[in-house]
């Protein structure tokens, strides 16, 4: 099994700032597995923040490029989303994937209020 637990939401003023962080833990190797963000917002369907490969490689949602920044510490077991210029409309639950030995693990996410 694996642990996923999301951290760094919080309630922040439009055009600010937050940094979440992903911390990963038991049967897996962090440092090949594929990891990504997601977020739901208040009766919206889920949708795809950003997603980082193990070695790197970066996919992000069309809109959000440029203000959110994926990235992840190996040493750490831990992956990381840079949100930038926050809007009202970026408000939703944060969540972490991480694709391990043929599984998706999903944390319990973390919430992000942006107030205008």
């Known amino acids: 099994q694996v642990q996923l637990v999301e951290s760094g939401g919080g309630l922040v003023q439009a055009g600010g700032s937050l940094r979440l962080s992903c911390a990963a833990s038991?049967?897996?190797?962090?440092?090949?597995?594929?990891m990504g963000w997601y977020r739901q917002a208040p009766g919206k369907q889920r949708e795809l923040v950003a997603t980082i490969t193990g070695d790197g490689d970066t996919n992000y949602a069309g809109s959000l490029k440029g203000r959110f920044t994926i990235s992840r510490d190996n040493a750490k077991n831990t992956g990381y989303l840079q949100m930038n210029s926050l809007k009202p409309e970026d408000t939703a639950v944060y969540l972490c994937n991480l694709h391990t030995f043929g599984a998706t693990y999903w944390g319990q996410g973390t919430q992000v209020t942006v107030s205008s």
């Open positions: 038991g049967r897996t190797i962090f440092s090949i597995s594929a």
